[in-house]
């Protein structure tokens, strides 16, 4: 089984974005946030190496923080750190639905 890297570096990326925004504005919100959408793109990321179909959990972790830190994203104009997480989320969305497109096309 081949482990999902991109995946962990993901859930990586997402828990330290929570842990700088409650060290730099004392945001227990996004410090709350960052770390349990990165225990849920671990998981994932987990769920994802142990059976690569399995992609429920990251595509619902990576598709929620794309919405959510979008329309932060919309409403502020900033792109640290709404427009950051946007851009990574919908690329990680990327990487799973071309994942499930490669492995749908190989079986058949």
């Given amino acids: 089984m081949a482990v999902d890297w991109t ?3 993901y859930a990586a990326l997402v828990s330290a974005g929570g842990v700088v925004g409650y060290l730099k504005a004392g945001s227990a ?3 709350a946030a960052g770390l349990l959408f990165g225990l849920l793109a671990a998981l994932g990321a987990y769920r994802t190496s142990q059976n690569p179909r399995n992609v429920l959990v990251s595509f619902g ?4 923080l794309a919405v959510v830190m979008g329309l932060r994203f919309l409403s502020s104009g900033k792109f640290m750190p709404a427009g ?3 851009l990574t989320s919908g690329l990680m969305l990327v990487k799973i639905v071309f994942g499930v497109l490669k492995r749908s096309s190989h079986s058949t």
């Fill in 61 to 64: 972790a990576a598709g929620t």
């Fill in 29 to 31: 919100t996004s410090l």
């Fill in 7 to 9: 995946g962990f570096m």
């Fill in 84 to 86: 950051f997480m946007t």
